[in-house]
């Protein structure tokens, strides 16, 4: 029987790694916000994060002895990220990925693999994303639910745990009310911006705006963007917000919307939620095992095959992830509530 | 040459080796009823408690339905012409996790093959 098998390597690089890239491949089937998370490809079950805090204060007066003070650097605990084994398996019946597919695959034709790797591109990355940011082990999903979110742990649970631990204090959190709707209410997007900007703890704003980052739901990003334009009309100053401008700032740092929140939010809360983040650039940082893969040779990460006594397609594939924030306490968090 | 290479697992601090944490969890499947019961028998470490056990019952078609040991888990709405999986996360106040499951389930018995890690 033929097998198309990818190694656990390949599959890394083929289907995780694009998923997290900054410019993301144009016919990737996935893109949103993932490449600002740090990718971390050699998380076998746990690791420390490498603090990616400023070090600073670490000068001292000589003496004239020859002993010397080793400061310590790097903050004094340390986080760490743990990744958790997960698998997707599915069949198909009298269904083909594409046209065609079983001449390829029974001739091994090359384009085999190149058709249908875009098929997990998508489904693993838009997955890898929903749970990355919303998984929560412990939830009890719907059985209407559309969106993979109980897999793994996301940054909002880890934002919770940190928040209810006093890491983050109750100043950098906002509570956005039910029933706020940034679409009809450009203001109010504004003044979610202004107050989340303003509850910067003062160490936070010893970085450059550039290393800082807002990202939030779509509707908080468009509403921001309607605020400026209507700025613009009734002040009369120079526009500087041209037509399908995509990049916003805030006072220099930048607005990044990821498209796939709010419909999450909506469905795990059951009315419309939206969500705002104001941290640091590289704060969300997403593990796996690059050389994980299960299989006759313990490296095989995807596997898919045709089985003829069922007349069934057969897909499996196997990875590692988990998610950790690096400083949680350099965060502002405005959310909606959702279980 | 090494026996068995371990170079991979020298940072592995979890696993397996989680003494005293022995997940134990039963199910009864009514098929009159439709519905699932879950009970939890755990032995837990010391001072240490069950904080959410979440299940799944999975039909051979593709569908699935959540639930806890707190209620019966209604499986009407799946295909039941071939026998329902199991799976359940057994979660701590400490964070140790078990996943387990029951395939091919019978009218009752006990989940198996658990995978028990902290994190």
């Known amino acids: 029987m033929n097998f198309f098998t990818v190694q656990a390597s390949v599959f890394f690089l083929a289907v995780i790694a694009p998923a997290f890239q900054d410019i993301i491949p144009n016919d990737f089937p996935y893109k949103g916000t993932l490449s600002e998370f740090t990718i971390m490809d050699n998380v076998v079950s746990k690791r420390n994060i490498i603090n990616i805090r400023r070090v600073q204060n670490i000068l001292q007066r000589r003496d004239a002895s020859c002993d010397y003070i080793y400061k310590k650097v790097f903050g004094a605990d340390t986080r760490f990220i743990t990744t958790d084994e997960i698998y997707g398996a599915t069949k198909f019946c009298r269904n083909e990925f594409y046209q065609g597919d079983l001449k390829d695959w029974r001739a091994n034709d090359p384009l085999f693999g190149d058709k249908i790797l875009p098929f997990f591109q998508g489904a693993v990355s838009i997955d890898v994303a929903s749970n990355s940011y919303f998984g929560d082990i412990e939830r009890v999903q719907s059985p209407t639910a559309q969106w993979s979110t109980g897999v793994f742990d996301g940054i909002f649970k880890k934002y919770e745990k940190y928040i209810a631990a006093g890491v983050i ?58 605020y400026l334009s209507s700025i613009q009309q009734t002040a009369g100053n120079t ?9 916003l700032t805030f006072k220099g740092v930048p607005v990044l919307s990821e498209p796939i929140w709010t419909p999450i939010i909506t469905e795990l809360k059951g009315a419309v939620g939206y969500a705002a983040v104001l941290t640091v650039r590289g704060n969300f940082v997403f593990a796996t095992d690059k050389d994980y893969g299960e299989g006759e040779d313990g490296k095989t990460a995807l596997e898919v095959w045709y089985e003829r006594k ?30 | 040459m090494l026996a068995i290479d371990n170079t991979n697992i020298i940072n592995l601090g979890r696993g397996n080796g989680l003494p005293g944490f022995i997940p134990k969890i039963a199910y009864v ?47 009407a709405t799946l295909n039941l012409s071939k026998p329902l999986d199991i ?33």
């Open chain 1, 310 to 339: 069922e007349s069934q397609w057969y897909y499996r594939l196997f990875l590692k992830a988990g998610t950790e924030i690096a400083l949680p306490e350099y965060s502002i968090v405005a959310m909606s509530d959702w279980d």
């Open chain 1, 169 to 226: 204090p109750a100043g950098q959190t906002i509570a956005i009310a039910n029933g706020t709707d940034y679409t009809t209410n450009a203001t109010a997007a504004y003044t979610l911006l202004l107050s989340m900007y303003n509850k910067m703890p003062v160490m936070m704003r010893s970085f450059q705006k550039s290393q800082l980052a807002f990202y939030v739901s779509e509707e908080i990003k468009s509403g921001y963007e309607d």
């Open chain 2, 87 to 119: 799976t359940a996360t057994l979660i701590t106040n400490k964070d140790l996790v078990a996943d387990g499951g029951a395939y091919d389930i019978a009218a009752a018995g006990d989940l198996s093959k658990y995978d028990r890690q902290y994190r």
């Open chain 2, 29 to 75: 499947y009514d098929s009159g009823a439709k519905t699932v019961t879950i009970t939890d028998t755990t032995t837990y470490q010391a001072g240490d408690a069950k904080k959410k056990l979440v299940v799944k019952v999975h039909d051979k078609f593709g569908k699935s339905v959540s639930g806890t040991d707190a209620a019966a888990i209604n499986v």
């Open chain 1, 239 to 247: 526009t500087i917000l041209e037509n399908g401008q995509t990049a």
